[in-house]
RNA sequence: GGGCGGUUAGCUCAGCGGUAGAGCGACGGUUUUACACGCCGUUGGUCGGGGGUUCGAUCCCCUCACCGCCCACCA
């Protein structure tokens, strides 16, 4: 005997122990021998996370497609695992250890450092994992992977020398994104722009030859800036060429305030003339707009500042060597070197109003390019990296999705891929971090017959670079390139290369050791090979043959730049094919309100919780049926408790089942049937699964969620088994056979169609209801074939129909007679057909039951002052002489005549509009005739039965 | 500056060429042995404003208003 209602807390672990039991989530399991492969990789999350709503939401709808794929037959891999998250991961251990109050991260050095980080992982990477399985994601488990397990970092190590063999990867020294405060380059992707209320500066730059006074312009030209501080680096003054203001002025010399620097006036048409004064300050280090102006005129470049974001010029040879030595300088220098970004700025501010530079301060709101992760402004900042060629591996992975090899669901954000990818940057792949995958890239110094007179400028060495996959691989390189009677070696620390540097420097050169690039590569780095390297990739195994490419990507808008573009140009590049054939783009989880779920707005759900409180299956079926595409998702949690009494209204649907015997009978065939209530269900359970299918197809997950649901709730427990109550509980034993196995059938197929959205709860009561009839289930749920669609009997839809009616009719009508609910009623059918006699026979007691009629009489003429209803053909009389209000029930009918006149004159109207005859589709004019009579047969009845209440009266 | 999306019942949302639906709520009734996490009934909307296309528009087009998101180098 089931539990009254169904305890997800308790039942949830036993299943979950069940499929593990059953493997039922490996690859392949279940699968219909020579069934094509169904795939789906995971969006790996962070190991550094614990689950918040989008991933709960994400891997609903991945489970929901997986599991009825499986239950088709296919070979079905989800592949899951986890990310590495370089700074992310960096940045939680390090706030750990400064809780703990242990030593900093370069303290302990790298490799303590390390390990540290790779303890913190065993101890609590798990834990979104195993969030997942409490959500029920039927990943094969066995397989999980880690973005640097030893195979995936051999797969980034490969495609990296792959792509720097190709050309596809170099070192280059341009202005990156810097961090200040994280102390490492970012990729654009990682900038997000901050509206900031800021000022905008407007300087005089005296110029040179001229005697500067403040009241005399043409002794100066007016810059602005929102960021004075940089122009301590300034190398020029642009001009558009056309500005006629400045014309005279180009190709003349200003000297930098502060500094003395003699710096030209270009003519370059990135200035703006209606910006500012329309004279702008270059300044190539420090900002990406004058870098590039810079470069087109060849100014030089003076990096300012450190990497901290501190005013850095004491010993800076690039800053001083071109100045003339002078008070003003070194008073300069003295107040400026060594403050950080945001003092710097106060204090050139003071300095230029002090002497009569400053022009005036303007108010000024712009955006401000910030760190995601520190969020602090990021420093244009000029340093080697190591790039990508995004553009060149960009080119095929728009054609794919142009030729429609991969589609977007919706198919809207595909302009949003092409927006991104036709105007894509170099991608800057180094990072200044410790955690993640070290660049397998060796320097060693220039080829000794190369070194001239001069082998050493400013104290560094020329390099040279070896890429190769192994130390092994790179010494060998190594030998190759430096003459033979020099040894190589690998520097085994910081230290060993410093000692041995410092030899070289002077001389000792038997030796060369090399030493590996420091830096790390961006985490989305090895992400992008996630839908191969998980496969095994660069091994041609069977999984990769037989799993790649994948059938969809289940993920969330915001990182198709960061990670599904990336995945296609990897994909195609080392694959040769699209990585995946769909990508389905979902919506982001917002709160009720629809804020963005934030920590700091503190408006955060945890899915957990809502797990715990209404079980995984409310939750994971609330978010399927709101998972409407192309619309964010505002969670309300009454919501999640709507659809745990969904689930429970199921329990008690199969209690139902248990406790009037019905069970599933093995050969039972629907189709055969002969109660009308019986051969309804199943067609009405027919027309839900072709429904479903098609939503399913279509990825519209909130239209299969409530076919589903309505199917349950509205048919078969509303009125399919108000129905079969009477005969479950009468003497015909046949109809009550037939109805028995009929009401198990159902459950069984409900179960199979729901159980994709609530694998919890349909395989605890697969289980138990076949435990309760003896029955052996020879297989779990979650691998049992998918239902076919099959017979629909258009009859038995038409006569449940107008039983539905019927009964709804009467009860209304009881309602608003204010019949109360306990009395019963007799019910007199007036005037019946054939039809309706028929009808009425068939149903009786159901109607009965029901409508709470004491008996059904079928009379010639309706009895005198009784309500009548008019259902189809049918007129039903509650003779409620005394107790129904004669007048209130003729302004019924009247109400209701109305209403038909008002139906019938608009389709009138329709029906008798020349264009509208001429030009609708011929099915919509069918469609409104049979309205009209309809209709027109209703008001006959209707009017008859005013007629007769009106001639009594 | 460019692009995308939204505005439908009190709330959260579906629908997207033939005059509107769900869940939650509200109101009234109901403890009838599957289920009060229930059952029965009722209420509730000029589908953001304006224009156009069409026989017909919540649905297509234009425009305005407000809200949100993404991208962009503007001093």
């Not at 699968?31 to 709503?53: D, K, Q, R």
């Not at 009784?866 to 209130?888: K, N, Y």
């Amino acid at each position: 005997m089931l539990e009254k209602t169904f305890d997800a807390a308790a039942v949830e672990p036993r299943i979950a122990e069940i499929w593990e039991r059953a493997g039922a989530f490996k690859a392949g399991a279940g699968a219909e021998v020579g069934a094509e492969t169904f795939t789906i990789v995971i969006p790996p999350p962070n190991v550094t996370g614990s689950l918040h709503m989008g991933h709960a939401l994400n891997n609903t709808l991945q489970d929901i497609l997986v599991r009825v794929e499986r239950m088709r037959g296919k070979d079905v891999l989800w592949q899951p695992g986890t990310d590495h998250a370089g700074i992310a991961t960096q940045m939680v251990v390090e706030r750990q250890m400064m809780e703990r109050q242990e030593p900093g991260r370069r303290e302990i050095g790298r490799e303590a450092f390390l390990e540290t980080i790779w303890a913190w992982k065993a101890e609590s990477g798990g834990t979104i994992v195993n969030q997942l399985k409490r959500l029920g994601a039927s990943c094969d488990w066995s397989r999980e992977r880690f973005t640097m397990d030893e195979g995936l970092s051999r797969a980034v190590r490969k495609v990296f020398v792959d792509l720097h063999k190709k050309g596809l990867i170099y070192r280059d020294k341009r202005l990156v994104n810097w961090d200040p405060k994280l102390l490492t380059a970012i990729s654009d992707l990682e900038v997000v722009q901050v509206e900031t209320k800021g000022h905008l500066w407007h300087f005089r730059y005296p110029i040179e030859g001229e005697t500067f006074d403040p009241e005399y312009p043409a002794t100066f030209i007016t810059v602005a800036t929102t960021r004075p501080e940089t122009m301590l680096g300034d190398t020029a003054v642009a001009v558009h060429p056309d500005d006629e203001r400045y014309t005279h002025l180009v190709g003349r010399h200003v000297i930098l305030p502060l500094v003395g620097r003699r710096i030209p006036i270009v003519a370059d048409a990135y200035s703006d003339p209606e910006k500012g004064s329309g004279a702008v300050k270059i300044t190539p280090a420090h900002d990406f707009n004058d870098f590039e102006v810079g470069r087109r005129h060849g100014l030089p470049m003076i990096n300012v500042m450190n990497a901290e974001g501190a005013i850095d010029i004491a010993e800076n040879s690039a800053f001083l060597d071109t100045l003339p030595a002078n008070d003003e300088l070194v008073e300069t220098m003295t107040l400026m070197h060594g403050q950080d970004r945001f003092m710097a700025r106060k204090r050139v501010v003071a300095q230029m109003d002090a002497r009569g530079f400053l022009a005036k301060i303007e108010p000024h709101a712009h955006t401000v390019p910030h760190g995601d992760r520190s969020g602090v402004p990021i420093e244009p900042y000029l340093t080697d990296q190591w790039y990508v060629d995004a553009a060149t591996l960009a080119s095929p992975a728009i054609a794919s999705v142009r030729e429609g090899r991969t589609t977007f669901v919706p198919k809207n954000w595909e302009n949003t891929y092409y927006q991104w990818m036709e105007n894509i940057q170099p991608w800057c792949v180094s990072r200044q971090l410790w955690w993640g995958h070290q660049i397998p890239a060796w320097y060693g110094p220039e080829h000794p017959d190369r070194y001239g007179a001069a082998p050493i400028l400013n104290g560094q060495l020329p390099r040279e670079i070896f890429v190769a996959e192994s130390e092994e691989d790179v010494l060998k390189k190594a030998k190759e390139f430096y003459p033979n009677d020099i040894e190589v070696e690998i520097a085994k620390d910081e230290k060993e290369f410093q000692d041995w540097r410092k030899k070289y420097v002077h001389g000792g050169r038997e030796k060369i050791v090399l030493q590996r690039d420091p830096d790390v590569l961006d985490t989305w780095f090895s992400s992008a090979l996630w839908p191969f390297s998980t496969l095994g990739w660069p091994d041609e195994t069977p999984e990769l043959r037989r799993y790649y490419p994948t059938s969809v990507l289940v993920t969330g808008f915001d990182i198709i730049f960061f990670w599904v573009a990336r995945m296609m140009m990897m994909g195609l590049e080392f694959m040769g094919t699209e990585p995946f054939k769909d990508v389905y783009i979902h919506a982001l989880v917002r709160d009720e309100k629809g804020a963005k779920m934030s920590k700091s707005k503190g408006n955060v759900i945890d899915p957990l919780e809502l797990v715990d409180e209404f079980g995984a299956d409310a939750l994971r079926f609330t978010l399927a049926a709101m998972a409407a595409q192309g619309r964010d998702i505002k969670l309300a949690p009454a919501r999640v408790a709507g659809y745990r009494n969904f689930a429970t209204k199921l329990w008690n649907a199969a209690r139902f089942a248990e406790m009037n015997g019905c069970v599933s009978v093995g050969d039972f065939e629907p189709q055969t049937s002969k109660e009308t209530i019986n051969r309804w269900i199943v067609s009405s359970l027919n027309d839900t699964i072709a429904q479903l299918n098609f939503a399913l197809a279509g990825y519209r997950f909130n239209d299969a969620a409530n076919v589903v649901y309505r199917f349950v709730w509205n048919q078969y427990c509303d009125w399919y088994l108000e129905f079969a109550k009477p005969i479950l509980q009468g003497t015909d034993s046949e109809a009550r056979a037939e109805t028995r196995a009929t009401a198990a059938y159902i459950l069984d197929e409900i179960l199979k169609i729901l159980h994709p959205f609530m694998p919890f709860i349909t395989e605890e009561l697969w289980r138990s209801t076949a435990a309760e009839a003896g029955i052996v289930r020879p297989n779990v749920l979650a691998l049992t074939r998918w239902p076919t669609d099959g017979f629909v009997d258009q009859e038995a839809f038409e006569e449940i129909n107008w039983l539905v009616d019927l009964v709804t009719e009467i009860r209304s009508v009881r309602v608003e007679m204010n019949v109360p609910v306990a009395s019963q009623i007799p019910l007199a059918i007036a005037a019946a057909g054939a039809l309706t006699r028929a009808r009425v026979e068939t149903h009786r007691a159901a109607i009965e039951r029901l409508a709470r009629i004491s008996a059904i009489d079928l009379v010639d003429n309706a009895p005198p002052a009784s309500a009548q209803i008019v259902v189809g053909e049918t007129v039903a009389c509650l003779p409620l002489e005394g107790v129904i209000d004669v007048s209130a029930e003729r302004a019924r009918l009247g109400k209701e005549l109305k209403k038909l006149d008002d139906e019938v004159g608009r389709i009138d109207a329709k029906l008798g509009n020349a264009q509208f005859v001429a030009k609708a589709p011929e099915e919509v004019i069918e469609e409104n005739r049979d309205k009209r009579e309809e209709y027109l047969t209703r008001r006959v009845k209707v009017a008859e039965a005013l007629e007769r209440l009106t001639v009594r009266a």
